[in-house]
């Protein structure tokens, strides 16, 4: 049965980020540079944070940290709770990022993120690659960056499996000949990535931005457009790649997803014309923090 999806925000601009603070549901508003929360007791949607250099992905770690990926100001970030921004980093090999798109953060703490750069204009990139990146913590505070893929051409969403032995990568290069893949890359012992295994292949409608997990392990992504294929859908993808649900949405290109609400068994959507979406479902979404009330 499809999700009976409600729209809480008409569009206001790319929306982006969703991520679940515990009591409200935090998103970005790229083209204006600012955070926005909706309130889950009150329904109310306020302005969070402003100047965010179009901050596209957030996440919370477990300490309930919130870190965001500002694609405008090409660099990996933590918002702190007294208004200040810490940059985590802005840099690969003394090489500006292109524009960081989003993260996942493992039960090390370590931060996975995507690096693409969207759109025509690339005059001012410094790296020749596109590539996903990883962040470990140092003891001095400071973190250290490893390139982890040479294999990909735009990657977009990114998530890890329960495990966190598997890494989801949405390899979303728009274009005639272009790779649109759900891709799982299996994280060795070592740490580096193994080769990976196409998932689903969406080419040539458009394929996944943003995902989320459930407590089973399924992948919860969101994909298409109302160019092509079957339009703006929520997908859900066994850990093998087997399509489990689709759900059609009522907005034409989703940006991303996740879960929210006391028992964490709403899907929140937002979208590229800047909706906020949800829909209570029979799954119950799996998030590093906040912890499940019970």
């Avoid at 089973?216 to 066994?238: D, H, K, Q, R």
Wanted: with cysteine.
């Amino acid at each position: 049965m499809s999700w009976q999806f409600e729209v809480l925000a008409e569009p206001m601009g790319l929306t982006e980020g969703p991520a679940w603070d515990g009591s409200g549901l935090l998103f970005t508003n790229i083209p204006n540079s600012r955070i926005m929360r909706y309130d889950g007791e009150t329904g109310q949607i306020s302005v969070f944070r402003t100047g965010t250099n179009q901050a596209n992905g957030l996440m919370f770690d477990r300490d309930g940290r919130l870190y965001a990926c500002e694609g405008g100001g090409r660099r990996i970030v933590r918002y702190e709770p007294d208004g200040g921004t810490t940059v985590i980093c802005d840099n690969y090999q003394g090489k500006r990022l292109n524009s960081p798109n989003d993260l996942a953060i493992d039960n090390q703490g370590r931060i996975w993120f995507t690096d693409p750069r969207y759109g025509d204009y690339r005059d001012d990139m410094e790296l020749d690659h596109e590539s996903v990146y990883r962040l470990d913590p140092q003891p001095d505070g400071t973190w250290s960056i490893t390139r982890m893929t040479y294999d990909t051409t735009a990657p977009n969403g990114i998530l890890l499996s329960p495990d966190n032995r598997t890494l989801y990568v949405a390899q979303s290069k728009y274009g005639e000949g272009e790779k649109r893949e759900l891709r799982a890359y299996p994280i060795r012992e070592d740490g580096t990535l193994g080769p990976y295994e196409v998932l689903h292949n969406f080419y040539p409608h458009r394929g996944i931005d943003g995902m989320c997990l459930d407590t089973e392990g399924n992948i919860i992504a969101t994909a298409g457009w109302e160019l092509s294929g079957p339009g703006g859908m929520i997908y859900v993808f066994a850990p093998n790649g087997r399509v489990l649900e689709t759900h059609p949405l009522p907005c034409n290109r989703p940006t991303n997803c996740t879960f929210g609400d006391a028992d964490l068994r709403t899907l929140y959507v937002t979208s590229i014309e800047g909706h906020l979406i949800r829909a209570r479902t029979p799954r119950q979404g799996l998030l590093l923090y906040p912890p499940l009330a019970r």
